[in-house]
């Protein structure tokens, strides 16, 4: 009847058939063996081998171990402490070996970005994995992914709750009732504002109820016929001469003064094309006016 190892409870299973070479010990970090532990236990499943002859020993000096004698032999040596290629009983294999989770930096980086929902995703299903397999690591950058994820879902929500509180607010029948800011494609017929002067790229422009301190208004709004660009240029003239045209029916003479211009905003090329196809027409005065100058 043969012999097999029998490892305590608490210590890592050994390899399919591991003998401890002479010397072994096991790692100081495993539980003791319990008192009257026999480490070695009969096993019905291995064939005692029959005994071997004695060999006598050859004549002469013996040759150093490892090396082949006179009759081309290799006597037996010392093995060696674990085969070539084999990890030491109780060690992790290769394969079992911690990793970084892909999930985990991919959090991290669409945190750092500002890709809040993949970011999020990325965490989650990380830490999730990594909960299942211990040998997973880069729990810190799913956590830094969706700390950076909330930060950002912070800032998103400040920006629109600013833009909310200080875009304009019109009553039904369509003049501001508060100032604030709006785009310049949604201006109107009456609209007081202030003066954005004469540059290009405008995209928006604070408005202001007519009863309170401004130096501009609309009066009148018409579209481009056409649907090419008709360049700048063209732009220009047409916006000067449907202005001019569009004085005598629009504002109050009384009211004007020698103070008064009339400028007018018209679409570049890209505003244009994506279907803003108006010129806005204002009266501007250089000290600030507190009422209209529209005709009633």
């Not at 244009?272 to 009633?296: F, P």
């Amino acid at each position: 009847m043969g012999l097999r190892f029998n490892p305590p409870p608490g210590w890592p299973p050994p390899p399919a058939g591991f003998v401890p070479p002479p010397g072994w010990q096991p790692d100081p970090s495993w539980p003791p063996p319990p008192p009257g532990w026999q480490l070695w236990v009969p096993d019905d499943t291995v064939p005692t081998p029959a005994p071997m002859p004695p060999v006598p020993p050859p004549a002469g000096p013996m040759p150093p171990a490892g090396m082949p004698d006179q009759a081309g032999q290799v006597p037996y040596g010392p093995p060696p402490a674990y085969p070539a290629g084999q990890a030491p009983f109780g060690a992790p294999s290769p394969a079992e070996r911690p990793r970084t989770s892909g999930f985990a930096i991919a959090s991290l980086v669409f945190g750092i970005i500002g890709g809040i929902l993949l970011s999020v995703i990325f965490g989650i299903v990380a830490l999730t994995k990594m909960r299942n397999n211990p040998q997973l690591r880069g729990k810190g950058m799913a956590i830094a992914g969706l700390i950076l994820s909330g930060v950002w879902l912070v800032i998103v929500i400040a920006a629109i709750a600013i833009s909310a509180g200080t875009s304009s607010q019109r009553s039904a029948s369509g003049p501001a009732t508060q100032p604030g800011v709006t785009s310049v494609y949604s201006l109107r017929t009456g609209d007081c504002l202030q003066n954005p002067g004469a540059r290009l790229g405008i995209t928006s422009i604070k408005l202001v109820p007519c009863d309170q301190p401004h130096n501009a208004q609309v009066f009148a709004v018409f579209p481009v016929p056409g649907s090419g660009y008709p360049g700048a240029v063209a732009l220009q003239h047409r916006a000067a001469a449907g202005c001019h045209a569009r004085i005598a029916g629009s504002i109050n003479r009384s009211l004007i003064t020698n103070s008064m211009t009339l400028q007018y905003l018209y679409p570049e090329s890209q505003s244009w094309a994506i279907g803003h196809r108006s010129i806005t027409c204002l009266v501007v005065d250089s000290s600030n006016l507190t009422t209209s100058v529209l005709l009633h």
